[in-house]
């Protein structure tokens, strides 16, 4: 984890083809001090890493992020209000690479959709 105790993993289901996690956000955690310390906001750079340290978890192996087709961030992540995410995210291997999509949400809003490659 690069960001130490910024997030825990509180479920996960591996079956099928869409992988699904629920992450716990440290509301706590120092980098909502500069980011905005009266209106904190996830950073987005966070939540990409986030999605990438999970597809670690999933293929085994560290990763680079050769490619990002697709970001889309539709709202903003309060950890005050909103600390619980749910993850879906589908991988393909192709020639040794993961082709990854992504919809990150909380409740019913989805607050980051994205699409990349990793080698």
Do not use: W
Request: proline letters at 3%; glycine letters at 6%.
């Amino acid at each position: 984890m690069l960001l130490k105790n910024f997030y825990t993993i509180k479920s996960k289901n591996l079956e099928g083809e869409t992988k699904k996690y629920e992450v716990l956000i440290n509301k706590e955690h120092d980098i909502f001090l500069g980011h905005f310390p009266d209106n904190p906001v996830m950073p987005g750079v966070c939540m990409i890493q986030i999605i990438k340290e999970l597809t670690e978890e999933l293929v085994g192996r560290s990763l680079f992020m050769e490619k990002c087709s697709n970001v889309k961030f539709t709202a903003l992540i309060n950890p005050q209000v909103n600390n619980l995410l749910s993850l879906d995210i589908t991988i393909k291997e192709v020639e040794g690479k993961f082709k990854i999509k992504n919809s990150t949400s909380f409740g019913e809003t989805v607050a980051l959709k994205l699409s990349a490659v990793y080698s």
